[in-house]
């Protein structure tokens, strides 16, 4: 069975500042990493995803994400936090493509002016 | 391009009730999954349909069920209500075994 941690269910940044939001997953197969953003009564929107191209992995809005095996993370980044920012992020894991997805806990972000 | 939509965005039930949600997937999409949300939790996957035939199932009762039309639409069926139920139900969608799945706005049940 697949499992993701998000350490951490909230998170406050001042504006500018980085962002790291951070997940681990447990797969007993190379798994698929998603990060999704959720913002106030909306679904969820794709950040970034790896599977098993580059170990890290560029997505929309600026963020970035590196997959660690040895680590099993799949950490979140952002050099400098803007308002916008302020949603609630959730890291997922899939063991095939096109799988199910397997979620964490989320991580809400505050981003501080 | 239309992305995935979902109706009603909101329902209000009681307990002991039925109830249907449907899904629109993205346009080219013929793959659509089902999760639920529980307030201030992670989305959980309930199925996912292809081709008319339930590919995969999550942890859930026999009381969620699912179909999915020729035409790729999807519809979420729940009987026997209970309060528990009360969460954000969102229909994601893609194209036979793609990696991304595109999720739609979800539709808010609330059990009374």
């Known amino acids: 069975a697949q499992s993701v941690t998000q350490l951490g269910s909230h998170v406050s940044v001042s504006e500018g500042a980085l962002v790291l939001l951070r997940c681990n997953y447990s797969s007993s197969v190379p798994p698929y990493l998603f990060w999704y953003v959720q913002y106030p009564n909306q679904g969820l929107q794709l950040l970034l995803k790896?599977?098993?191209?580059?170990?890290l992995v560029k997505g929309i809005n600026g963020f970035e994400a590196e997959f660690k095996k040895s680590e099993t993370s799949f950490h979140l980044t952002k050099p400098s936090a803007h308002m916008s920012d302020a949603a609630e992020y959730f890291c997922a894991v899939s063991d095939a493509a096109g799988n199910k997805l397997t979620f964490g806990g989320g991580t809400r972000v505050l981003v501080k002016p | 391009d239309a992305g995935v939509t979902q109706s009603p965005t909101h329902l209000i039930k009681t307990r002991g009730q039925q109830v249907t949600l449907r899904c629109s997937p993205k346009?080219?999409?013929?793959?659509v999954s089902w999760y639920q949300q529980a307030l201030g939790q992670g989305p959980q996957f309930i199925f996912q349909?292809?081709?008319?035939?339930?590919?995969q199932r999550g942890n859930f009762p026999d009381r969620f069920s699912g179909h999915q039309f020729p035409n790729y639409s999807s519809e979420l069926n729940v009987n026997a209500l209970l309060l528990g139920d009360s969460a954000l139900y969102l229909c994601a969608s893609m194209r036979g075994r793609q990696e991304t799945q595109y999720f739609g706005p979800g539709t808010r049940l609330l059990v009374l």
């Open positions: 349909y292809y081709e008319e035939e339930e590919r």
């Open positions: 346009s080219g999409h013929d793959t």
């Open positions: 790896y599977t098993s191209a580059a170990t």
